[in-house]
């Protein structure tokens, strides 16, 4: 099962870029790297996937080291639309169901 | 359907009672989760069905909890004797495969045992 650990929280002005990473020490070989935004009062949304090196979409960009041990979200200039939780999830079949606590980002105007 | 619905969006319900909670997942999603989230925490997984079967209920808190899925589409989730702990948002997710990371949620059922 591979474990992930984010921090709790973040802080961020509108406008900034927020790189929020996610320690994944144990992955395994076939795990995929997956991030879901969650806003208050709805269920998570997917928001990027990856499995090595960089993904970027329309949203955001997936930065992925060549040991894979960790992953960073990058949102480019926040708003305070972008104020939700962050979850990082890794693994394959059952083992990407473990969400944990996420990351509480707080955008300021 | 556009979406994952679920049903009802609230259910007050008194300690000692049973409750079902609907899940109506995308058309031809094979895959489909139930989750939990207490307030100001993450989600906690509690069962996944591949089409109408469910492997592993590992995660489901209790015997008192109980689910199932007919036509490998709707799926309902059973809480008898509910207990004010059970109190939280249950959430259903799909997606076309369980192999498939990408999990579509619903807006969740807000349930709240007094």
């Known amino acids: 099962l591979a474990k992930t650990t984010q921090p709790i929280s973040m802080d961020s002005y509108e406008g900034q870029e927020v790189n929020i990473t996610c320690s994944h020490n144990n992955i395994a070989t076939n795990d995929y790297i997956t991030w879901y935004q969650q806003f208050p009062s709805q269920g998570p949304r997917f928001i990027i996937q990856?499995?090595?090196t960089k993904v970027t979409n329309e949203v955001a960009s997936l930065f992925i080291p060549a040991d894979r041990k960790s992953s960073t979200l990058s949102l480019p200039r926040v708003s305070l639309s972008d104020t939700a939780v962050y979850y990082c999830?890794?693994?394959?079949?059952?083992?990407?169901?473990?969400f944990g606590t996420g990351t509480r980002l707080q955008v300021f105007p | 359907g556009a979406g994952v619905s679920q049903s009802p969006s609230n259910k007050v319900t008194e300690k000692g009672k049973d409750v079902e909670l609907r899940c109506d997942p995308i058309?031809?999603?094979?895959?489909l989760y139930w989750y939990r989230q207490s307030l100001g925490q993450g989600l906690e997984f509690l069962i996944y069905f591949q089409g109408n079967s469910a492997p592993d209920k590992s995660g489901l808190p209790s015997d008192r909890f109980s689910a199932e899925r007919t036509g490998g589409s709707v799926s309902t989730l059973t809480i008898q004797r509910t207990q004010q702990e059970d109190s939280a948002v249950y959430l259903c997710?799909?997606?076309?495969?369980?192999?498939?990371?990408?999990?579509?949620f619903g807006p969740g059922t807000r349930l709240t045992v007094l």
């Open positions: 999830l890794v693994g394959v079949n059952t083992d990407k169901l473990i």
């Open positions: 997710a799909s997606s076309f495969y369980l192999e498939t990371d990408t999990q579509y």
């Open positions: 990856g499995y090595k």
């Open positions: 058309s031809g999603h094979t895959a």
